[in-house]
């Protein structure tokens, strides 16, 4: 921006940089200070390290400026002190003709320049210069990571059971790797949320994060949004366009649903992770293609590449970093948690001064089995904050959302005691309940033959029939021990 006319920059407008500069002689320091006076930064000196080592103590610095040869503490020892403290100080070194290489190695332990003694006025501004515009560049791509950290950091998937922890552990694990990365886990999970965390807390963080859905696109428009195709490729092709593996190099390349991928592209998605090498449509040109692969599924690809549906071979290269999302129902204590986050954003957005949930509301969210999972809980506090012209969000508010399972105003918990015994209560009732239509969908789909339908469901037929006592799902002709193997049986009447 132009100050000659009154305006002030954003860096005007900032605080003025601070610089310390040590060095045993008192000429050195004068001279530099007076040379740097004109920058308009904070000037403070030291005679040695011990002085500087006091500064650094209450102020942190933009910039040190360090002479190598110091009694005591020499000046090496006191870049490693720094770097250590404050690492983002960007440091320049004071260095005699005779010792060059030595500041060359003060530059591997993280200074960023030296200059010789004696030296030029205009060298040392220059240096300086150019040291306080990195400063301030690593300044502000620091804030603008943060704010994209805010929203992609791993804490953002909200939870903290077993289950989740272990997929931030996995997550943090992987990031700062180049490995392909499966994410699997049902619809609604979260999936490209974990895949975004990913990337930006990874290597290619600074690259972009490509999406591409590949159950969204018939098979010859998801070749050409992969790969893009050549001018002329086929009818309507007026010009070259991109694909999605060109416009992700250098950074992360995101196959949702990539169980859904037709055979033909399969083949030659297999090509390019073993080649790093891929043609677009209608040409004949060969591209190199650097990026990180990212895919997820809500399918079972080991399943499928053993019935043959999805080709082995790249099944085998996708699955190099396997993460998988838990379902919401096998992470129940994370719903109170969820809830809230998605109550407080939605009343933010919605300018509501809905500040809490019920009890009976969080017993039915609590209990209730979210077939889809977090995504459909979000879609519920969004409907329930919209509904709600109250500062309490009500069970009334989930427009039947497991209402049935809490009544409001009945057997309303008083204490945290009881609240805690009401949710496992609710809890046990909802996974009974799931159990006992297991063992009779199981039994239906297998002719009410127990032994098909534990192999069926790959329990142990001793565990399966368990569970049928545990519900007392009893079928005729089926022994206590079991034996049901003379054909098809029926339910027998149930308590």
């Known amino acids: 921006m132009n100050t000659a006319h009154g305006q002030t920059s954003h860096a005007e407008a900032a605080a003025p940089p601070t610089i310390l500069v040590v060095d045993d002689e008192e000429i050195v320091i004068r001279s530099t200070v007076r040379i740097l006076e004109g920058l308009g930064a904070t000037l403070k000196t030291a005679p040695d390290a011990a002085h500087a080592l006091r500064e650094l103590a209450h102020t942190a610095f933009d910039l040190a400026i360090l002479d190598i040869m110091m009694p005591g503490i020499d000046g090496i020892e006191l870049?490693?002190?720094?770097?250590?403290?404050?690492?983002?100080?960007?440091?320049i070194?004071?260095?005699?003709?005779?010792?060059v290489s030595t500041a060359v190695n003060c530059m591997k332990l993280g200074a960023f320049d030296y200059i010789a003694k004696p030296f030029e006025p205009d060298e040392l501004k220059l240096a300086v210069t150019r040291a306080l515009e990195h400063r301030a560049l690593r300044r502000e791509n620091s804030t603008l990571r943060q704010?994209?950290?805010?929203?992609?950091?791993?804490?953002?998937?909200?939870?903290?059971?077993?289950?989740?922890q272990q997929v931030y552990?996995?997550?943090?694990?992987c990031a700062a790797t180049h490995s392909t990365v499966l994410i699997t886990g049902e619809s609604g999970t979260g999936k490209e949320l974990a895949a975004r965390a990913i990337h930006h807390n990874s290597l290619r963080s600074s690259g972009p994060f490509v999406t591409v859905d590949c159950g969204s696109l018939s098979e010859a428009l998801l070749e050409s949004e992969l790969f893009g195709h050549a001018r002329g490729a086929f009818s309507g092709a007026v010009a070259r366009k991109k694909g999605m593996v060109e416009v992700a190099e250098g950074g992360t390349l995101f196959m949702d649903e990539i169980g859904n991928l037709p055979p033909a592209i399969q083949s030659?998605?297999?090509?390019?992770?073993?080649q790093h090498e891929f043609r677009a449509v209608g040409d004949t040109r060969t591209?190199?293609?650097?990026?990180?692969?990212?895919a997820a599924t809500n399918k079972?690809?080991?399943a499928m590449a053993a019935e043959g549906s999805f080709a082995a071979d790249l099944y085998y290269r996708l699955a190099v970093f396997p993460i998988h999302l838990p379902p919401l129902r096998e992470r129940r204590d994370d719903i109170p948690g969820l809830a809230y986050h998605f109550m407080h954003s939605f009343a933010r957005e919605l300018g509501k001064d809905v500040d809490s949930i019920s009890e009976a509301a969080m017993?039915?969210?609590?209990?209730h089995d979210w077939p889809g999972n977090i995504r459909q809980l979000e879609n519920a506090l969004h409907r329930a904050v919209i509904l709600c012209d109250d500062k309490v969000l009500r069970a009334a508010h989930l427009d039947g959302i497991a209402v049935a399972q809490a009544d409001e105003g009945q057997d309303v918990p008083r204490t945290g005691e009881e609240l805690k015994r009401q949710k496992k209560r609710l809890r046990e009732k909802s996974v009974e309940e799931l159990e006992h239509q297991f063992v009779l969908e199981a039994l239906k789909r297998n002719d009410w033959n127990v032994t098909r339908s534990a192999q069926e469901t790959s329990m142990l037929r001793a565990n399966f029939q368990a569970l049928m006592r545990k519900h007392n799902v009893r079928v005729r002709g089926a022994a206590d021990d079991g034996e049901n193997e003379g054909g098809a049986g029926e339910p027998a009447p149930q308590a």
């Open 268 to 274: 030659k998605l297999l090509r390019l992770i073993q």
């Open 169 to 173: 552990r996995l997550i943090a694990q």
């Open 287 to 294: 591209q190199t293609a650097n990026f990180r692969l990212v």
């Open 93 to 99: 070194m004071f260095t005699g003709l005779a010792q």
């Open 300 to 302: 079972d690809l080991a």
């Open 147 to 164: 704010a994209i950290d805010a929203k992609y950091r791993l804490d953002r998937m909200v939870g903290q059971s077993a289950a989740v």
């Open 363 to 367: 017993c039915a969210l609590v209990a």
């Open 79 to 91: 870049l490693r002190r720094i770097k250590e403290a404050t690492p983002d100080t960007e440091v």
